[in-house]
C-alpha cells in the first residue's frame, strides 16, 4: 500500500492506494498534518512507501518524521518524471502541475491533454501525443478572485462562492458573483477553444477543488476528476520505485 501526501495552499490531503486503486481519502488542516498521518498509519499498517507534494508550507522536521514511519519520496524537479519536460525553466515548475501532468501520461497515454486544475490557482497544463510536455498558464482562482476584490477595494464585501442566476447581476453581491463565476467559466471555454483550434483530438482534463462547482457549466466537453493529482502521484511514487 502507499500512502499518497499532498501538502496544498489551504489544506493535506492524504490517500490510501493499493494496485493503483484510490482506497480512501483524507483531509487535514497543515496543523494536524503528522497526527493524521499517524491515524491514517495505524490503520493502514500495511503501508510500505509514500510520496509527498508540497506547495504549500512543510518544514524538514515534517518531512523526517514522516520518513521515520515509512520509506518516502519528496516530489521536486529532480525527480524522474514520466514525460520529456520542455519547460524553460523546468526547477521552478510546480510539483503539482508534475502529478497532475504525469497523471494524464498514466491514464491518456499518446494523446495531446489540457489539464485544467481549479484550486487556489488555475492551472492549464497541455502535454501532446508524442509525450513532451509545453506548460500551460497559472490565473487566480475562484476564491483568489473573491478576496482579491474584498482585499483590495475599500467596500467591496468578501462573498462566499455561489452561481449567479444571470449574467446582469443587480446588486453588488450578485454582480460580484457573476464578474468571478462568469468570468472563470468564460476564461476556461475560451482556454479551450484556443487549444481546440490546433489540436482538434484534444482530451480535457478537469480537476481541483472547484471541480464539482465548475463542471456542470462549462459549455466543453471535459472529464472531470477531482482525485487527479493524487492519482498522478501514486503513478509518480510507482514510477520511482519500480
Known amino acids: 500500500m502507499n500512502l499518497i501526501i499532498d501538502v496544498g ?28 498521518i499517524r491515524k491514517v498509519l495505524n490503520k493502514y499498517p500495511i503501508i510500505s512507501k509514500g510520496i509527498i507534494s ?18 518516502i519520496l519528496v516530489l ?8 520529456e519536460n520542455l519547460y524553460k525553466t523546468p526547477k521552478t515548475l510546480g510539483v ?9 501520461v498514466q491514464q491518456f497515454s ?3 491533454v489540457l489539464i485544467i486544475d481549479a484550486g487556489t490557482c488555475i492551472t492549464y ?20 478572485r473573491y478576496k482579491s476584490l474584498h482585499n483590495l477595494t475599500a467596500n467591496l464585501p468578501l462573498l462566499e462562492s455561489k452561481l449567479p442566476e444571470s449574467i446582469i447581476g ?11 463565476v462568469f468570468g472563470v467559466l468564460k476564461e476556461i471555454d475560451g482556454v479551450i477553444n484556443d487549444y481546440k483550434e490546433k489540436y482538434s483530438d484534444l482530451t480535457v482534463i478537469l480537476t481541483g477543488g472547484d471541480t464539482n462547482f ?6 466543453n466537453g471535459i472529464f472531470a476528476n477531482s482525485n487527479f493529482l493524487l492519482e498522478g502521484l501514486n503513478f509518480i511514487l510507482e514510477y520511482n520505485t519500480q
Open 214 to 219: 465548475l463542471s456542470k457549466q462549462l459549455k
Open 96 to 104: 503539482d502541475r508534475i502529478a497532475l501532468v504525469s497523471a494524464s
Open 110 to 112: 499518446n494523446s495531446n
Open 54 to 71: 508540497s506547495v504549500g508550507k512543510l518544514n524538514e522536521e515534517d518531512v523526517l518524521a514522516v520518513a521515520s514511519e515509512i520509506d
Open 76 to 83: 521536486n524537479s529532480e525527480t524522474k518524471q514520466p514525460f
Open 125 to 144: 497544463d497541455f502535454i501532446n501525443t508524442e509525450n513532451e510536455y509545453f506548460g500551460g498558464a497559472i490565473s487566480p482562482g475562484i476564491r483568489l
Open 170 to 180: 443587480n446588486t453588488t453581491d450578485s454582480s460580484i458573483h457573476s464578474g468571478v
Open 9 to 36: 495552499n489551504t489544506l493535506v490531503k492524504l490517500a490510501v492506494f493499493q494496485d493503483n486503486v484510490l482506497f480512501e481519502k483524507f483531509v487535514t488542516p497543515h496543523d494536524g498534518f503528522l497526527i493524521s
